[in-house]
């Protein structure tokens, strides 16, 4: 996993243990930019709320759909796909993003 990518995962599951229970959906401040050949896939594996700092985990997510929204629609070829799963590891919460668009 690249640096940056690591360090920001990082931050996110920090702020997930912090703060008052928050619902954040960040998908629907982008979805003027999410056009209808792109597809979002959900796999949310936490079965409760997690405490967050809202306007922080926004900025984050935010950054990190509208990089991979400009990714994939970089994408000609491939189906474009971002793919946002969250889960439980080893007592760690994970946030993580995926995207089907040109890799490096």
């Not at 935010?62 to 946002?84: G, H």
């Amino acid at each position: 996993m690249p640096g940056r990518i690591k360090a920001i995962l990082l931050v996110v599951i920090l702020h997930l243990q912090q703060a008052s229970p928050q619902n954040v959906d960040s998908l629907m401040f982008q979805s003027s930019k999410i056009s209808d050949d792109i597809q979002i896939i959900k796999k949310y594996k936490l079965e409760s709320q997690v405490p967050v700092f809202p306007e922080k985990m926004h900025q984050v997510i935010m950054n990190i759909l509208d990089n991979a929204i400009f990714a994939v629609n970089m994408e000609v070829i491939r189906p474009k796909i971002i793919t946002i799963s969250t889960g439980l590891e080893v007592e760690k919460l994970i946030l993580s993003f995926s995207n089907t668009g040109p890799r490096r």
